[in-house]
Structures are given as structure tokens and as C-alpha cells.
């Protein structure tokens, strides 16, 4: 044997070592082969890890401890040196029961074994003893005591070579080697078993325990391109192995947590190949990702790398790209001084960008462009200084991720064909309408500060006799019941109605000197009840759903003294263009509560859930604001065509559907997203498209279909789509 042969032989002569309690393995009948041939090699169960071990690549035999009885017995390691793990007697001795050299690899603490595969192995039985009860033999054994292989000259088998594998079952130790066997002893003849290219397949059932994540990829405030995530975590069999970052269900920025000194890495060559506790801080580029909100959570695993431990669910908003739109355009009934134009740019996808205007004047050829001074809203008003012009307007939108700079072509609206701002007409002049003079008694100017006829009410200079409107509401003195009072007249009250209860018409409804009868709203109705209320999928007041499924609101209504407010309405309302609108509602039940659920087509809106103690009045008594973000959603579908893909689909979203952008994006093994197509929508949100291939693909590709934001919503994602090239 090598080296490690020659040391073991003389530490080996010294005496009889201390082999294991079950004592020698006894065979008394032929043993099955295992499967050998690599080939037949059965595939590891989902939650494994495995071990490379005696091999060129890795010599190292962790795990393995040898072990004998008896005298001219050996074990070695002669795996750096291309051999393997051997055990063999001494070919010119003859041997005794009980004699035996073996090796032991046990499973690490909570884990067991599963299967081993080994490229080559070699196993000779000696001759038995002329008078029987004596045989010298090879076997593979597990837990000590069951036999998975063995080799006796007595059952026929002198020989045995090649790959091999055992299986298992979840025992915790295995053991080869040789032995002497029977009352008679064993006669001195070659008896030897070796081991070499060992894949140990190891059961590690106990998932990963993740904590303590934090850092700026948390944060729902940051706009940063890169962002740092830190986390700790533990686990009880291989080790941690793995994080990977799952945004919008998709695993991304997947590396090892700590490499344990080189040792936490594939093909693995320690038992416990990776630490027990490990902590991490990683950055991660969020350029890979598209503009707008991401669902993201954190996962770790073991060793196995399917045992996992999975963080909750947050948002993050990504803004690196600058606003996309195509064109502006400038339109009107005529280029013309005094004929307002208006510049409108196409659709502007960004993360809540901010938009500029600027107008230009240029000649008729496009020369000599200037910017107009004080003309920056979306409207103009060609002036005298702008005939025989060419008016342009030029549009900046900004966001966090830069800004985009689109002008309007010379030819653009009322532009076209060459034309260029023309003079206003001429309008004959009307004869002016003589203005009567006052009564001498009436000053040019105010005599004072006042209402009097001769004095100045509203501070406008003229006196109130000139003046026909004194106190400056916008309502003529000849019409305003209230001449002298800033505030604009309202219309006269409606007289209450006679209440038919008492036959007369003295008293109104609500009693002496009321208007209008209180109407309390619920049973137990209180003017100081107090509103709560959150969206029922988190309990927060802010929930962000794919378009097409409903958010469901739930609420309680009570009273300070603890008492629930029965039967009562709750208002649902939303702000659209400076006016409220009235969403419906619903009723408290005896327990004071309700449950509001949202049409699965509304959009992103702040809503408003309000109680009225009084509902003959607005006053709001209690009210709740919440947020609904939706999140677009869209289908896709990706078929192979000759040299092309032919991908369609359809998108979800609220409002017009018509004309949407959607952006289709590739990526392969270990690549981030890329855009490589354009489409537009249907009205009926369906999209498709034709892609020709300027060179053959290989291997496996993902695809998914990308919808930008809009005003009633926020941008999303289709499913990934897999196809084999």
C-alpha cells in the first residue's frame, strides 16, 4: 500500500485495536449486490446535499475514521496519491475470528444518511479454511450491522470490481472493509477492499431560521440605484448555504451567505459544509430592474439548497430611468395672433414625473429658434411679435431617474404645410357707449374710508356712488342684499314647512326656533362616535392589489363610552378633480361593524370612509382616509417560429386600454431583464407582435411582458414564461 499503508502497518502491529460494539458482521447466507454501473445511479430525494469525496479533484475524506482488531491487518488512505480508501490482512499471515480493518463515515448531528455512489471499487475474499469454518471476506455495511454488499469465496465470489450503489434509507453510519470469520481462522491468502470516487448523499430534513433583515433595500423611501440588505441566519444540519433576493416572484441576486473559508461551496468536499450561524450584508443593483413598485422578500437555504427560510413580503419603489414619451405636438384652430394654442405631449411613463413647457419662436425655415419669455405653461398666445413665426414648444419631463426632452416639429398642428403665425383680423371698431355722468353731488375721488355715498368701502379708489360694486364680490350693488359685505349673498332659505303631526303651522319640524328636524344616523347614534377602519388583506390603511381582484375594507363604529353603534351609514367618497364623489357605502351591524368591498376593476385612488351623526347636515362627525394602489397585470404567450417568436397577449388595468404601451423583455441564465420589443394595446387590451431572430438562441430563456404606470395605476409584470431553444 502507500505511506499511510506502511504507518498503519507498524501502528497496527502494537495490538489489537477496539472495533465497534455489534462486533464482526456475520454473513451466513448470500447478500444481494447493490446496483452497480453509473448509469444506474438513483438521484438524490428533494431535501439532500452531497459530498464529494476521494476523487482527483477533492482527496479528502471528511467524515471517514478507520479502525481494526487483530494483528497483520491494515488500513489507508491512499486517495491524494490516485488510490482510495483501503483495507486489507497481510498476504503471508493467516488470521483469526475476529480480525477485521474497516472505515466509518457517520452522519453529521440532525441529518442521516440517503444514498452512496462510488466510481470504483474493489473487494477479494480469501480462501476458506481447508476444514471449513473459516473464511476471510469483504463487505459494506450500515448502522453497523446490515449488509449491503459482501464478498465470500463460500457463496461464490472470489472477486468483485466497479462502480457501485447503496442505498440508505436514512441510517446514520456505514462501514466497509475485511474480516476473518469461523472457529478454524482464515489461511493467509490476498483478502483486501478499497473504496475510490465516493459521492455521499446525506438526508438534511431541518429548514434554515432567517432573522434580523434590514438596510436601505427595506426602506420605502429611498430612490437609490444601489441599496444594501444585511440579515442573519441559523440552521441545524449542512449549513446556510444560499440567499436569494424573489422580486415579483422571480429569484434574483442569488449568492453564498459566507463561504466558510471555500468550504461552503459545490461540489462539497466537508461533512457540515457551511456554517451554522452566518450574517451577510450584500448590495444590490436595482438597474436591473424595470421603473415602479416591486414585491420583494428575502429566502435562505441549507445546504441542500431546497430547505428554505423565507422573509415577509415588502414594496420598494425603483426609479433609474428617466420619463419615456415619443412626441409633442401644438394644436389650434389656426396660427394666428390672438388664437390660443395648446401643446400637448404623448403618454409619459415615469414615476410621478414633473413636467415643463417652453415656447419657441423661429423662423420660417426652423432658424434662429428663442425661447419666448414667460411663455412655460402647455398654452399660448401668439402675439404681434410672433407673425410670419414658426411657433415650437418644447417638453421636459423629470423624475428620479433623470429627465427626457421632446420639441414640437415646425410642421406640428396649424404649422403644417409651411405656414407660419399670420396677423390678427381687423375688427371694425364699435361706437363706444357714452358713459353717464353722476350727479354733481359725487366726487371724482373718495372722501374717506366708509359706506358712505362720497367714501371708499373696498380700498378700489372709487367712491361708492361710482362704484357698482362696493364691496367687491363679484355681485352688483342693484342685486346684493348686502351691499356693504365681502361675502358673496347667498340664495334666501327655503321657509320650513308646517309639521302635519300638529295640524298647524306655527312650530317647524325640529322644534322652536330650528329649521330643519335633526336626523341622527344608527341606533345609539353619537355626535362624538369615533370611525376606525383598514383594509382587510394587511389591516393597514394603505393595500396595493393586482387589477382585477377586489380590496375589501373593514371597519367599526363606536361610540366613546364603548357602546357600538348599530344600523348606521357609513359613506365611501373619493376626490376626482377638486370635487368629491360618492362611492356608496354600507351599514354597521349590532356589533358596529361593516365591510365595504371595492369593484376588482377600480383604480388606484385616497378614499375617505365618513360617518354623520346628523345626516340632514355634511358635517362629517368621523372620518378614515385609505389608499388603494393597483398594480397592472398582464398575460403572455411566446411562440417559436422558424428563425422568429410570435408573442402576444393582453393586459389589465383600469380605464382605456386602448394604445397601452407594453414593453416585452428577455433574459438568460444568469442575466438581468432586457427590452427587445415594443407593442401597443388593442382596445380590448390585447397585444401581439412578430420578432424575427438575427441569430440562432440556445438554451433556456425567460420572457415577460412589462406595463408601465399610469395616472390609475401603478406598473406590473406578466408571469415568466420559459421556452427551450
Known amino acids: 500500500m502507500s505511506k499511510s499503508e506502511s504507518r498503519s502497518r507498524g501502528w497496527m502491529a502494537r495490538g489489537a485495536g477496539v472495533i465497534a460494539a455489534t462486533g464482526l458482521v456475520a454473513f451466513a447466507a448470500p447478500v444481494a449486490t447493490p446496483v452497480v454501473g453509473t448509469a444506474l445511479v438513483a438521484s438524490a430525494d428533494a431535501a439532500t446535499y452531497e459530498l464529494e469525496q476521494c476523487t482527483t479533484q477533492n482527496p479528502g475524506v471528511s467524515g471517514w475514521e478507520s479502525a481494526y482488531a487483530g494483528a497483520w491487518v491494515y488500513v489507508g488512505n491512499d486517495c491524494p496519491s490516485g488510490g482510495g480508501l483501503a483495507t486489507a490482512f497481510d498476504t503471508n499471515q493467516g488470521h483469526t475470528a475476529g480480525n477485521t480493518a474497516q472505515w466509518t463515515f457517520t452522519a453529521p448531528s440532525n441529518t442521516n444518511l440517503h444514498s452512496m455512489s462510488v466510481a470504483s471499487r474493489q473487494m477479494r475474499a480469501g480462501r476458506p479454511h481447508p476444514g471449513g469454518f473459516g473464511d476471510s471476506s469483504a463487505f459494506v455495511i450500515k448502522n453497523g450491522t446490515t449488509v449491503l454488499e459482501d464478498c465470500v469465496q463460500l457463496y461464490g465470489c472470489g472477486t468483485r470490481n466497479g ?136 429566502r435562505v437555504t441549507d445546504a441542500t439548497d431546497v430547505n428554505q427560510a423565507q422573509s415577509s413580503e415588502w414594496t420598494i419603489k425603483v426609479d433609474n430611468q428617466p420619463p419615456a414619451f415619443d412626441s409633442v405636438s401644438v394644436s389650434g384652430s389656426a396660427a394666428q395672433v390672438g388664437t390660443e394654442l395648446t401643446c400637448t405631449p404623448s403618454a409619459i411613463n415615469g414615476q410621478t414625473p414633473t413636467v ?106 372709487i367712491p361708492n356712488c361710482r362704484d357698482e360694486d362696493d364691496d367687491e364680490d363679484g355681485t352688483p350693488d342693484n342685486t346684493d342684499p348686502e351691499p356693504f359685505n365681502n361675502k358673496v349673498p347667498k340664495p334666501p332659505e327655503e321657509k320650513p314647512v308646517s309639521n302635519p303631526g300638529t295640524g298647524g303651522s306655527g312650530a317647524p319640524v325640529g322644534g322652536a326656533g330650528s329649521s330643519t328636524a335633526e336626523k341622527v344616523n344608527g341606533e345609539n347614534g353619537s355626535p362624538s362616535a369615533v370611525l376606525a377602519a383598514s383594509w382587510l388583506k394587511g389591516k393597514t390603511r ?99 417560429r422558424p428563425g422568429a417568436l410570435r408573442l402576444s397577449g393582453k393586459i389589465g388595468a ?53 406595463v408601465g404606470s399610469a395616472g390609475s395605476h401603478i406598473g406590473g409584470a406578466s408571469p415568466t414564461k420559459k421556452v427551450r431553444f
Open 163 to 298: 462502480a457501485a450503489y447503496y442505498s440508505f434509507d436514512g441510517a446514520s453510519s456505514t462501514t466497509f472493509g475485511v474480516q476473518c470469520t469461523g472457529g478454524n481462522g482464515c489461511p493467509a491468502d490476498v483478502v483486501n477492499a478499497s473504496l475510490r470516487g465516493i459521492t455521499m448523499r446525506l438526508n438534511d430534513n431541518l429548514a434554515p431560521n432567517l432573522s434580523g433583515v434590514s438596510g436601505s433595500l427595506t426602506s420605502t423611501n429611498t430612490l437609490a440605484r444601489t441599496r444594501q440588505l444585511a440579515f442573519s441566519a441559523t440552521d441545524q444540519g449542512g449549513g446556510v448555504f444560499r440567499r436569494r433576493l424573489i422580486i415579483d416572484d422571480v429569484p434574483q441576486a442569488v449568492g453564498t451567505v459566507d463561504t466558510n473559508g471555500g468550504q461552503c461551496a459545490t461540489p462539497f468536499r466537508e461533512r457540515v459544509p457551511c456554517k451554522l450561524s452566518a450574517s451577510e450584508t450584500f448590495s444590490f443593483d436595482t438597474a436591473t430592474l424595470s421603473d415602479g413598485t416591486h414585491d420583494i422578500s428575502l
Open 356 to 461: 415643463t413647457y417652453q415656447w419657441y419662436r423661429a423662423n420660417a425655415d426652423g432658424s434662429g429658434q428663442q425661447a419666448i419669455t414667460g411663455a412655460t405653461t402647455n398654452k399660448y398666445t401668439p402675439t404681434s411679435q410672433d407673425s410670419n413665426k414658426k411657433l415650437r414648444c418644447e417638453v421636459v419631463a423629470t423624475d428620479g431617474g433623470g429627465s427626457t426632452t421632446r420639441i414640437s416639429p415646425t410642421t406640428s398642428g396649424p404649422f403644417d404645410n409651411g405656414a407660419t403665425v399670420q396677423p390678427a383680423p381687423v375688427q371694425p371698431q364699435p361706437t363706444p357707449t357714452p358713459t353717464p355722468e353722476p350727479p354733481a353731488a359725487c366726487p371724482q375721488n373718495p372722501t374717506g374710508v366708509g359706506t358712505g355715498p362720497t367714501e371708499d368701502f373696498d380700498g378700489d379708489r
Open 542 to 640: 394603505g393595500q396595493t392589489t393586482r387589477y382585477g381582484t377586489s380590496a375589501t375594507i373593514r371597519g367599526q363604529l363606536t361610540r366613546p363610552d364603548g357602546v357600538k353603534v348599530d344600523d348606521a351609514k357609513i359613506e365611501l367618497v373619493y376626490l376626482e378633480a377638486g370635487v368629491v364623489r360618492d362611492m356608496g357605502g354600507a351599514r354597521t351591524r349590532k356589533d358596529g361593524s361593516f365591510v365595504l368591498k371595492l369593484p376588482s376593476n377600480s383604480p388606484s385612488r385616497k378614499l375617505q370612509l365618513r360617518y354623520r351623526y346628523d345626516l340632514s347636515k355634511q358635517d362629517v362627525t368621523s372620518k378614515v382616509d385609505l389608499t388603494l394602489t393597483v398594480r397592472a397585470t398582464a398575460r403572455l404567450s411566446v411562440v417559436k
Open 654 to 706: 383600469p380605464g382605456k386600454l386602448g394604445s397601452r404601451k407594453v414593453t416585452i423583455q428577455y433574459r438568460t441564465a444568469g442575466r438581468s431583464w432586457r427590452p427587445f420589443l415594443t407593442l401597443r394595446t388593442t382596445s380590448a387590451g390585447k397585444f401581439s407582435g412578430r420578432y424575427r431572430l438575427a441569430a440562432p438562441l440556445r438554451g433556456k430563456v425567460q420572457f415577460r411582458a412589462v
